[in-house]
């Protein structure tokens, strides 16, 4: 298993200039003639088109890059370099930084859903799904009673459908100091049930990582490790929560952020098939 590594948050933009694979495991305009960094198709596919592999446009064909596509490539810890937006709220400013390459790296975002907010219907299913269906790419952020900040990332969002959604680039997160310092816990053994689109199940990423049921109660559940990275320096490195809470915490709010110009949700529209 991959762990997550725990990070501060980074002022000023994010890294740029940096090559980005246009192909898996090389740079663009890179060469790869000994096949080093490439996985079997690929070297075989090198071997039989060689020059087809490394032109721009293979075939007449535009390649898929990770500046166009972001979400079609994993997750990783160490992608925590994403700059701030002009008219961040205070609570997308603290987890901004995490979402270098993503679909919402530079959207604007707002509040869809907030349980805390009057007349939300709190922690209640159908309000959520009223409020974040068809939204596209969103962000959850919760905040336990002992206030801890935890949260997801999810590129495909929620339809209602009852899909077990892949995704390779969902991720959670979670902080014990209010923000200053994140743990960022990619997606793991592939994109396999990243998010459980169920209605009657609330909120949640794979099986076990992160659920809250939206029953009406104002609780969570955890569990870290088979469906996502587990944490590397929390007393309980499985679970999201705080100190005491292990596996289950009660909250005192859950939100929500989408992409304000939902751009995100033509893109994800285009390449999940919504």
């Not at 071997?47 to 990783?76: C, M, N, T």
Request: net charge positive; with cysteine; hydrophobic share 35%.
């Amino acid at each position: 298993m991959h762990g997550g590594v725990s990070v501060g948050r980074k002022e000023g933009p994010p890294r740029r200039g940096r090559l980005l694979p246009s192909r898996a495991g090389t740079p663009a305009g890179g060469g790869d003639d000994d096949g080093a960094g490439l996985d079997p198709v690929e070297r075989l596919v090198a071997k039989l088109f060689p020059k087809a592999y490394r032109a721009e446009k293979p075939f007449g064909l535009d390649r898929i890059s990770v500046e166009q596509f972001p979400d079609q490539y994993p997750s990783r810890a160490d992608l925590v370099n994403a700059a701030p937006v002009a008219g961040d709220s205070k609570d997308v400013a603290l987890f901004r930084p995490l979402l270098e390459q993503t679909s919402l790296e530079r959207a604007r975002l707002q509040a869809c859903f907030d349980s805390s907010a009057r007349g939300s219907g709190g922690f209640e299913e159908a309000a959520f799904r009223a409020a974040c269906e068809g939204k596209g790419a969103c962000v959850v952020l919760g905040k336990t009673r002992s206030g801890c900040l935890f949260g997801g990332y999810t590129a495909k969002g929620w339809i209602g459908l009852g899909d077990e959604r892949n995704e390779v680039s969902a991720f959670l997160f979670c902080s014990e100091d209010g923000g200053q310092r994140w743990e960022k816990l990619p997606k793991v053994g592939g994109g396999a049930l990243a998010l459980l689109d169920k209605p009657g199940r609330g909120v949640q990423f794979g099986p076990d990582g992160l659920r809250v049921p939206l029953d009406g109660r104002p609780v969570a559940y955890s569990r870290l490790g088979t469906y996502y990275a587990k944490r590397t320096r929390a007393a309980s490195r499985t679970s999201l929560f705080g100190v005491g809470e292990t596996g289950q915490a009660d909250l005192e709010w859950l939100k929500v952020f989408c992409d304000a110009d939902q751009t995100s949700t033509a893109r994800g529209s285009f390449l999940f098939g919504y």
